[in-house]
């Protein structure tokens, strides 16, 4: 029973790029959350979705972040002119059905921005 | 502004020994509790869930809540060294996030 999925573990990326981190949750789960974690500090809650909706993006910066979870295929969190701050651990988590269940979470992509 | 508090360590135990985390929260409205452990440069992983008041125990692991106080423990009895690592506190108020305490860095000394 394969766990959350997310690729690439490591992204490398210049200043003004765009980096694309995809999440696959777990078998039956329907409930996706990505949260971010600076370098020597906690998690941080951005995005909740469910299949074609965002349903609370409270956590997202305003300008340059954006998620979707299409109806096929992964969930995608998209960071377009990536800055230097922008580098950190990017987890996805999964939940089954409502958004108080336990939460699971993919290995990260751990995204460094030169 | 909602809030997890957690002692940020290091708490040292020796081998053997029984480790104490403790975890304090803001919002009353908060209904599940969470505990993961998370290694070095890895990802967080689940513990035990809590979602009412009192013990609940899963092997060597002993949650413990109390709603009254906003207080949430973590005892890991007969401490290993491969329990080292740092353990995150985490509760969802009903909402649709966890919200993450900075986690308590444990260190077990063989």
């Known amino acids: 029973n394969a766990g959350v999925m997310q690729n690439p573990r490591h992204l490398v990326r210049r200043r003004g790029q765009e980096a694309r981190l995809r999440c696959s949750p777990m078998?039956?789960?329907?409930?996706v959350y990505w949260y971010r974690q600076l370098p020597e500090e906690g998690l941080k809650f951005m995005v909740y979705?469910?299949?074609?909706?965002?349903?609370?993006e409270s956590g997202m910066p305003k300008e340059r972040f954006s998620a979707e979870f299409p109806k096929e295929g992964p969930s995608i969190l998209r960071i377009q002119q990536v800055v230097r701050g922008d580098s950190a651990a990017y987890f996805c988590?999964?939940?089954?059905?409502?958004?108080?269940?336990?939460?699971?979470f993919g290995p990260g992509t751990r995204l460094t921005v030169l | 502004q909602k809030e997890v508090e957690q002692n940020s360590g290091p708490l040292s135990v020796p081998e053997g020994a029984i480790a104490s985390l403790n975890c304090t929260y803001s919002?009353?409205?908060?209904?599940?509790f969470f505990w993961y452990r998370q290694y070095s440069g890895k990802s967080p992983e689940l513990i035990m869930s809590i979602y009412s008041n009192g013990d609940k125990e899963d092997g060597r692991f002993t949650a413990q809540l109390n709603k009254a106080s906003q207080y949430v423990s973590l005892l890991i009895r007969d401490s290993q060294p491969s329990d080292s690592a740092t353990y995150l506190c985490?509760?969802?108020?009903?909402?649709?996030?966890?919200?993450f305490g900075g986690g308590t860095r444990l260190m077990v000394k063989p």
């Open positions: 988590a999964s939940s089954p059905q409502r958004s108080t269940d336990t939460q699971y």
């Open positions: 979705l469910q299949k074609e909706n965002i349903i609370d």
């Open positions: 078998k039956g789960h329907s409930h």
């Open positions: 985490a509760v969802n108020n009903a909402g649709n996030m966890l919200t």
């Open positions: 919002d009353r409205g908060s209904q599940s």
